[in-house]
């Protein structure tokens, strides 16, 4: 069956734009992650949605950053007023439900801000 | 905070040998996973441990928790070019869903 699949692979904006970052999950999957990549390090934990809801927003950097999951499938990660600094591998995930259940991570979108 | 620290951060051998990747933490963790990352695209998880001492072994992958929850090993015996990756560990506390990422071993197995 398909995998998680996120659009776009690669995105350049410049500084000061605002972008969208789109997560297809496992068909379903009820629960949703998004963690942030960047160069030499782990995955880092940014949102976690169990259905609709966030269930837990925590490891947003700041305001400017923003998720949805309005129908409990498709997510959209939105940064408002990019910084050079949000440069980083944007990866999604999803899980049957959440708790101890495996996570399955789409291949990310690269995000390069000029 | 809970942290994971991996060693080495690099490392490069050749093919059929062995070799050992740590992955250790202060904090104590519900359970902890290994993933495998190639360049391009998301971690594949590999395995997870969840009961102190747990060692699990995968064809040529052996994993161990440690006892107390805090540390976990990867051994590769006889390593191929297709074990070539970077190697992430991941450690679950109460949330059991929030993972906190080490930085990962970068492994280059040579023909």
């Known amino acids: 069956g398909a995998g998680v699949s996120q659009t776009p692979s690669n995105k350049v904006t410049e500084k000061g734009k605002y972008v969208e970052l789109r997560c297809d999950p496992i068909?379903?999957?009820?629960?949703l992650y998004w963690y942030r990549q960047s160069l030499g390090q782990g995955p880092e934990f940014l949102i976690y949605f169990q259905g609709t809801g966030a269930a837990d927003d925590s490891g947003l950097p700041n305001d400017r950053f923003f998720a949805v999951r309005p129908e409990g499938s498709v997510s959209t990660l939105k940064i408002q007023r990019t910084e050079r600094g949000d440069s980083a591998v944007y990866l999604c995930a999803s899980s049957l439900t959440g708790g101890m259940y495996e996570q399955y991570f789409g291949p990310g979108t690269r995000l390069t801000v000029t | 905070t809970q942290l994971l620290e991996q060693s080495p951060q690099f490392l490069s051998i050749q093919e059929g040998e062995n070799l050992t990747v740590y992955c250790n933490s202060s904090?104590?963790?519900?359970?902890l996973q290994w993933y495998r990352q190639e360049p391009g695209e998301g971690p594949v998880l590999l395995v997870t441990v969840v009961t102190g001492g747990e060692v699990k072994k995968l064809k040529r992958l052996t994993f161990q928790f440690g006892d107390a929850r805090k540390d976990s090993s990867l051994h590769i015996t006889a390593a191929q070019p297709g074990d070539t990756g970077l190697y992430l560990c991941a450690g679950s506390g109460g949330s059991n869903y929030k993972l906190t990422f080490g930085k990962g071993t970068l492994l280059t197995v040579n023909p």
């Open positions: 904090s104590v963790f519900s359970s």
């Open positions: 068909s379903g999957h009820t629960a």
